[in-house]
């Protein structure tokens, strides 16, 4: 079974760094995309990044460029992200997930492709 679980979440000041981690089992690392989501309460999930083959392809949401930085060890079968000057506007539940198509050229922030999510991870910033 495909199995995702988030970890690094916490309660972070205003200006302040997370580092969320997601270890990925049960498919062939390297041949998917790993994408991060947030949820904000009340709000719709949202695509925050994804990163294909160590790097190689990455893609920020705009909300999130030059703020947060996604990377993935493939001898960990780990993706993180790398969360700095935080705002309360990031509060949220952060996922990480794998589409249903493996593809080792490009990755989508679009929420329908992926189909396994880690059951999330809260972040909470105060101003």
């Known amino acids: 079974d495909v199995r995702l679980v988030e970890s690094g979440g916490g309660l972070a000041q205003a200006g302040g760094s997370l580092t969320l981690s997601c270890v990925v089992s049960?498919?062939?690392?390297?041949?998917?995309?790993v994408g991060w989501f947030r949820q904000a309460p009340g709000k719709e999930r949202e695509g925050i990044s994804c990163i294909v083959n160590e790097d190689a392809t990455i893609y920020y949401a705009d909300f999130v460029k030059g703020r947060f930085t996604i990377s993935r060890d493939s001898a960990q079968n780990t993706v993180y992200l790398q969360m700095d000057s935080l705002q309360p506007e990031d509060t949220a539940i952060y996922f990480c997930?794998?589409?249903?198509?493996?593809?080792?050229?490009?990755?989508?922030?679009?929420?329908?492709?992926?189909?396994?999510w880690g059951q999330g991870t809260q972040v909470t910033v105060s101003s």
């Open positions: 997930a794998i589409p249903l198509i493996p593809d080792q050229a490009m990755c989508t922030l679009n929420t329908g492709l992926y189909e396994y």
């Open positions: 049960g498919i062939t690392f390297n041949d998917y995309a």
